[in-house]
């Protein structure tokens, strides 16, 4: 018997995955563990291992198509086997597809496909999958095949633009199709190249997002709204409208922290600490003595999590992304930073794996490195609070005597789940949040 | 440094030489008492006799076979074809012998031979008497295209092209003739396949060369005094052809106009550019490379017609605006 090809489900409250790409194709031989689908989770991209050894086949599934968790996505075939041995295709809307039309073909799957010896030929010479054709009334005809072959070839258009233009975004790998052209007919000129250049280079930096060319919008043009930034959508929707967000902000007095961060970097030998690593590790240990920012509400009722891993908000082209700080309040803030700069660095290139972005009980969003002052955010379910960070500013502060200060000041603002969380109790964590933050040599205590 | 005429430097150049080398002489059809189509051999018969200034009867072929013999047996002639579209009928004794028989002989004969090619429109003289054969003469290999466009440029190329080993095709412009430079007395050379910046310029390289090199220089000024400044090239050499030069230049400016009188198809440019498209230069276009160039027609008797058939300073003006400001 053909062994199914399950997709397995990675979280809880997960339906469906959406494939990014097979990397077998239908005929290959597969092995046992061997990566066989990317997958596009709400969280990140998976690669699904196969899970026996055999002949990809069937595949009901294919790429930019989402398909449910729990159920077969292809079939497995072991030597011997073909596809005649399969069972009907369990893919629901091509069964109903089938019954409406020609309800004698359901019961005689997977199809047969007719092929004219020419056209068998062809396909095989010119690499073409019968399968994908979707030709099943009628028999497969030469026609079909060069038809087919040479739409595949057909690639998206290219830019126009000049060679110096494209030499020029080449040398200093800018997308030209992101840079719009002053030439005729929109022709893209070194100029426009250079300009595009210019404004990459002069945005201020940003560590966590590539400087982006300006983005050439064509009015009208629809994007695909799918995948991670779907995902994101939905929880962020459900989270907004299902849990009634109260805001809390303090501003802090950076001065303390700011010389600790400084003497700590003076040190040139070792990697710079950054700002978020001390947040972290500050934030998890107020958050030890005060539980109810660290749970989750769910029917049986509010499960205070007793772990305190913090997740940081990631910013990626294609959406956010949160990966976690385990046990942020028992590591040494260098090892927090060393894991930042870890984790980030795999966010971006894509390599994140599922414990990296799991387990979170908390989540910190700061957007003070790209200059806002102060904001607020909406809660990472199934958590119950946020904290979203603003930058660290030069502030004119009356200090205790009535004078007038200028500090380093930064404003936190904290949102929390008013089911699980109240004024008072929210009030108080951020009290304790701002003293240790103005004086972390209390966090020894 | 004294003015003359183009047509006295090339006298000048000829007398010179043959005052210097007895193997020189000149060959050609009413170049001894009348002095020449163009009087530019003036005089000579009178210094140099009947023995080195060699009157024929209407014979193209004829005169460019007795420069070649003459040529592969030690002598050095300057032969002149009346109007350059003669050496039509001199092509057996110019391609087929003159520029093979130094390779056929495997090096041991050379064909140090000048054929002087009076060309271009612009005199009223209609189409068989102003055609612009520079570009059919440099698919020919074995034989150098020389076209200069100032005095100085004329009388050292014509000394170059005469101590030559090799046969120099030697075309003048009829209109240039009566044009004067500055010229320094006694003898000089340029060297052929070297071209020269006849104005710098940052936005635009033009190259041309003859009667059309002043056109695009006068253009180019007018630009300048509207902040465009225009590369403007003197290739002097057809081939072999300033590569370097060229693309030196467009690698600079990134955008290339070729302006000449010779007709668009098969013309002389579509080689220029070809050289630069093959070349480092490319990466460096901005614009795609234009040429300016003769109509397809042979040139017509009507005035008018005339000069509506080879570019002019309008012309011109309006293809280096529209490069210069990216209109095409």
Not at chain 1, 23 to 31: H, R
Not at chain 2, 252 to 280: F, M, N, P, Q, R
Request: glycine share 8%; with cysteine.
């Amino acid at each position: 018997m053909p062994i199914p090809f399950i997709m397995p489900k990675m979280d809880m409250d997960q339906e469906s995955v959406t494939i990014t790409e097979w990397l077998k194709q239908e005929g290959e031989l597969i092995t046992k563990g061997e990566p066989v689908i990317v997958v596009e989770t709400d969280k990140l991209t998976s690669e699904i291992e196969a899970p026996a050894t055999g002949t990809l086949a069937s595949i009901l599934y294919h790429e930019h198509e989402e398909a449910p968790v729990t159920q077969v996505v292809a079939y497995i075939l072991a030597e011997g086997e073909t596809i005649a041995d399969l069972p009907a295709p369990e893919k629901p809307e091509e069964v109903e597809a089938k019954a409406a039309e020609t309800p004698a073909q359901q019961a005689s799957a997977p199809v047969q496909l007719q092929v004219s010896p020419i056209a068998q030929k062809l396909a095989a010479d010119l690499k073409v999958d019968l399968n994908q054709l979707g030709i099943t009334d009628r028999k497969i005809t030469r026609a079909d095949i060069e038809a087919f072959a040479a739409a595949a070839k057909e690639k998206p258009p290219r830019p126009s633009a000049t060679p110096a233009a494209r030499f020029t975004a080449r040398e200093n790998k800018l997308d030209l199709s992101g840079i719009s052209g002053s030439g005729p007919g929109g022709r893209v000129q070194l100029a426009d190249v250079k300009a595009a250049q210019a404004a990459a280079t002069s945005q201020p930096a940003v560590d966590l997002k590539p400087a982006a060319v300006l983005p050439a919008v064509k009015p009208g043009e629809i994007k695909p709204f799918t995948g991670t930034r779907k995902r994101i959508a939905e929880r962020l929707t459900q989270s907004y409208q299902d849990v009634p967000h109260i805001y809390l902000t303090v501003h802090v007095d950076m001065s303390a922290l700011s010389a600790l961060r400084q003497r700590a970097n003076a040190d040139k030998t070792r990697d710079s600490v950054s700002m978020t690593a001390f947040l972290v590790k500050l934030l998890a240990l107020t958050l030890a003595r005060h539980p109810y920012l660290n749970a989750t509400l769910s029917e049986r009722g509010v499960e205070l999590l007793g772990e305190y891993n913090i997740g940081v908000a990631t910013a990626l082209e294609e959406g956010l992304i949160v990966p976690v700080i385990h046990h942020a309040d028992q590591l040494p803030i260098r090892t927090i930073n060393a894991q930042l700069r870890e984790l980030s660095a795999k966010a971006r290139n894509g390599s994140l794996v599922r414990q990296e972005v799991d387990g979170g009980t908390f989540t910190i969003s700061n957007l003070g490195m790209l200059g806002i002052s102060e904001f607020t955010a909406i809660i990472n379910p199934p958590q119950s609070a946020i904290l979203a960070v603003g930058a660290i500013e030069r502030r004119v502060v009356a200090a205790a005597d009535d004078e007038i200060e200028i500090k380093p000041m930064m404003s936190i603002t904290l949102g929390c789940d008013h089911r699980v969380v109240d004024g008072a109790v929210a009030a108080a964590f951020l009290r304790d949040l701002k003293t240790v933050l103005e004086e972390p040599s209390l966090a020894l205590l | 440094m004294p003015e003359i005429t183009y047509r006295e430097a090339i006298h000048d150049a000829m007398v010179e030489e043959m005052r210097r080398d007895p193997s020189v002489f000149l060959i050609g059809e009413d170049i001894g008492t009348y002095g020449g189509a163009f009087g530019v051999s003036q005089g000579m018969l009178e210094e140099f006799g009947p023995e080195r200034v060699v009157e024929t009867p209407i014979a193209e072929l004829g005169i460019t076979g007795a420069a070649a013999g003459a040529a592969m047996v030690g002598m050095r002639p300057i032969a002149e074809m009346m109007f350059s579209d003669f050496v039509l009928l001199a092509m057996e004794a110019l391609a087929n012998q003159a520029a093979k028989a130094r390779f056929m002989f495997g090096g041991k004969a050379t064909v140090p031979m000048v054929l002087r090619l009076p060309g271009g429109s612009g005199t009223g003289a209609a189409a068989q008497h102003s055609q612009s054969l520079e570009s059919l003469l440099i698919h020919i290999p074995g034989i150098k295209v020389v076209m200069p466009s100032t005095p100085y440029d004329a009388k050292g190329l014509l000394i170059s092209a005469i101590r030559d080993q090799n046969p120099v095709c030697f075309v003048e412009h009829k209109l240039l003739y009566k044009s004067k430079g500055e010229v320094p007395e006694g003898e000089y050379t340029i060297p052929i396949g070297v071209g020269e910046i006849k104005r710098p310029g940052t936005d635009l390289t033009v190259v041309s060369t003859g009667i059309m090199l002043h056109r695009c220089l006068s253009v180019a000024d007018r630009l300048a005094q509207e902040g465009l400044e225009v590369e403007v090239l003197d290739p002097r050499t057809l081939r072999p052809l300033d590569t370097e030069m060229i693309t030196a230049s467009v690698k600079k400016t990134g955008k290339l106009l070729v302006v000449h009188e010779a007709v668009k198809t098969g013309g002389w440019a579509g080689e220029v550019i070809a050289s630069v498209s093959e070349s480092d230069a490319f990466n460096y276009l901005d614009a795609p490379m234009r040429r300016l160039a003769g109509k397809d027609v042979p040139i017509p008797y009507n005035r008018l017609l005339e000069e509506a058939a080879v570019p002019q300073e309008a012309d011109i003006e309006a293809e280096m605006r529209a490069l210069l400001t990216n209109q095409y």
